[in-house]
């Protein structure tokens, strides 16, 4: 037998179940963050031989797009040698084997891979290919990272190494890129 108040609190509920299904969620009104923008024009990267090899060079970076571009030169190779090239997490070469520079740049927490191809490493960046007389060109570029400003993906102050061998997009997480043949860091210029 139902009360009055057992039939009154049983039509609330009823009320209050089909409000709460019928109401549609509510919008989220936070502003989307800002993309993270790079605050310095230019840095550049002293490249010091590593693991024993002769490899050296300097390199400038900047801004570019949604990433930043390396230009420079580097000497020391096989003459016709591919080599990777990376930006790594750590601004530390101090190791005769540049290991302290950690793994690669990686903020997005990507897997290993080409730019321009899908997902990739923030730090990946096409090989180099070094002339006749062993000395590479460097024209290569690093997507989804900044220069400057501190936020997660920013590249200043970590390290930029040249490997031993050509990166094959794929082996996970290196590319199998072999030793570490030179490594210098991103230092902001202006």
């Known amino acids: 037998m139902k009360t009055p108040l057992t039939a009154a609190l049983l039509a609330a509920s009823v009320v209050a179940l089909s409000a709460c299904s019928s109401t549609p969620p509510a919008k989220d009104t936070a502003a989307p963050s800002p993309a993270a923008q790079s605050t310095a024009k230019s840095a550049t990267v002293n490249l010091a031989s590593a693991s024993g090899s002769l490899v050296s060079g300097k390199l400038n970076v900047v801004p570019m797009g949604t990433g930043v571009h ?44 080409k730019v321009g191809s899908g997902p990739h490493h923030g730090g990946d960046m096409d090989n180099i290919v070094a002339n006749s007389e062993g000395v590479a060109q460097v024209n290569a570029h690093a997507e989804g990272v900044t220069l400057g400003g501190g936020a997660a993906n920013d590249v200043a102050g970590k390290a930029v190494i040249v490997h031993a061998a050509q990166d094959d997009y794929r082996t996970q997480p290196t590319g199998n890129a072999g030793g570490r043949v030179a490594c210098g ?6």
Do not use: W, Y
């Open 70 to 113: 390396l230009t420079g030169e580097i000497g020391g190779l096989s003459p016709g040698s591919t080599h990777a090239i990376h930006i790594h997490e750590k601004g530390d070469c101090s190791a005769a084997d540049a290991s302290s520079a950690g793994g690669h740049f990686n903020p997005g927490a990507q897997p290993h891979g």
């Open 185 to 190: 860091i991103i230092t902001v210029t202006r």
